[in-house]
């Protein structure tokens, strides 16, 4: 077998889509007002902005370090990629955004995967986890996630993307978008698809 034929078969293609749509729309600002998560549009019906505003970003940090992070954990996830596709392109945006859309209120306008991407890496490491208890990579990982979380409820919330600087100064971290992500992390456990897909 070439080499060729072998990456072309291992490529998460599904993830180097949506990579790449984000990319197009990145590279066409004109387009984020019609795309990004704002309440009061999807209030007046224009549901569409549930999915496409994960894909609307602020700025080239904050593009990098979510598109770049849904990369790694496409090739991560490798052959199993295909089995939860539909799920990270279907249900993950929009149940993020419905959390957000009610929960979260205040919150005007959100965009970027990171949420998606957090709810990738701890499906992930759940499944590492399972994989070897004794393994102290994963729940290190798990640590993080939650020590993330609290900093942003406490020391970090309204000011800023922390170390990514984003190009608007009214964005902050939606932490309440990562809350929803490990919520649906654990739907996903509980669901079965870490045992389905493993």
Not at 93 to 114: C, K, T
Not at 148 to 170: A, C, K, M, W, Y
Request: aromatic share 14%; proline share 4%; with cysteine.
């Amino acid at each position: 077998m070439n080499f060729r034929s072998w990456a072309a078969r291992k490529l998460p293609w599904g993830f180097v889509t949506v990579a790449l749509v984000a990319l197009f729309l990145h590279c066409h600002a004109g387009w984020r007002s019609i795309l990004l998560f704002d309440h009061a549009a999807i209030a007046g019906g224009q549901w569409w902005r549930l999915w496409t505003g994960h894909l609307v970003h602020f700025g080239w940090p904050h593009f990098v370090a979510d598109v770049g992070l849904f990369l790694i954990l496409g090739f991560m996830l490798g052959v199993k990629q295909a089995r939860l596709f539909p799920v990270v392109l279907l249900l993950l945006p929009a149940v993020i955004s419905v959390a957000v859309y009610f929960f979260a209120p205040g919150m005007a306008r959100y965009g970027g995967l990171s949420a998606v991407d957090l709810t990738l890496l701890l499906f992930v490491a759940g499944q590492g986890w399972q994989h070897n208890w004794k393994d102290w990579f994963w729940p290190a990982v798990l640590v993080v996630y939650v020590g993330e979380i609290v900093l942003e409820s406490t020391i970090g919330q309204g000011r800023g993307g922390g170390l990514i600087r984003f190009d608007d100064p009214e964005i902050h971290v939606a932490t309440s978008a990562h809350i929803a992500a490990a919520a649906c992390a654990l739907l996903m456990f509980a669901g079965g698809l870490g045992k389905r897909a493993g």
